[in-house]
């Protein structure tokens, strides 16, 4: 889950069925107040692929705090004559079950990085022209191109700051000297934002 977590910050989870026969699957959390899955049951057809959206709701996130929150994906081959599914999962020999554990992951920008991401917040709040308001289709769609910016920009951002250290021992010096230089991502972040007024606004 990518910070910050003043907002609701959302992971999709994507499952597969390989397998020739459908499967019936269950994801579970330790700390179920903290998320919101949907769906959090369901049956996958054979070859088919589900995609699971876990919710993170917002709180006050401490570097210092190690997370424990883990989830569970439980699975089980589907009975051919099965009508209650709750009733299946209550009878279920602990034998048929199979279970995937996956650890949650907080990543907090850099502080230099700060800014990029309220940019984006910025970006999700733009209206679209003609329209007083987006709807959740346009907003996923500008959410989601949000999200492919601002990886590139942090991606960006580490490859300068690589070069910036290299530079720096090249030259053997241990600390920067004189004005300082407006940095390359502050420069991407510009052409972006730029980019997007163009394209949401005008």
């Not at 209550?90 to 079950?97: F, Y």
């Not at 003609?130 to 989601?144: C, I, Q």
């Not at 053997?172 to 390359?184: M, W, Y």
Request: hydrophobic residues 35%; positive net charge.
């Amino acid at each position: 889950f990518l910070g910050p977590f003043t907002d609701v910050v959302t992971t999709n989870l994507k499952l597969r069925n390989p397998s020739d026969k459908k499967v019936c699957f269950k994801v579970k959390t330790t700390a179920p107040r903290r998320y919101c899955v949907r769906p959090n049951s369901g049956i996958i057809d054979p070859g088919a692929t589900v995609t699971v959206s876990v919710m993170l709701q917002p709180f006050d996130y401490d570097p210092n705090e190690k997370s424990k929150h883990k989830f569970m994906v439980q699975t089980i081959f589907a009975p051919s004559n099965m009508s209650d599914m709750e009733a299946m999962w209550k009878e279920a020999k602990p034998d048929d079950l199979m279970d995937s554990k996956l650890k949650c992951v907080f990543d907090m920008p850099h502080e230099h990085e700060k800014p990029t991401h309220e940019t984006t917040k910025l970006f999700a709040a733009l209206p679209v022209k003609g329209s007083s308001s987006m709807d959740d289709t346009e907003t996923r769609k500008l959410v989601e191109e949000c999200k492919k910016l601002q990886s590139e920009i942090i991606k960006l951002s580490d490859e300068n700051q690589l070069l910036k250290d290299e530079r720096r021992k090249s030259r053997g010096i241990v600390k920067e000297q004189g004005s300082p230089i407006p940095s390359l991502v502050v420069v991407i972040a510009a052409i972006f934002i730029g980019f997007f007024l163009g394209k949401f606004i005008l």
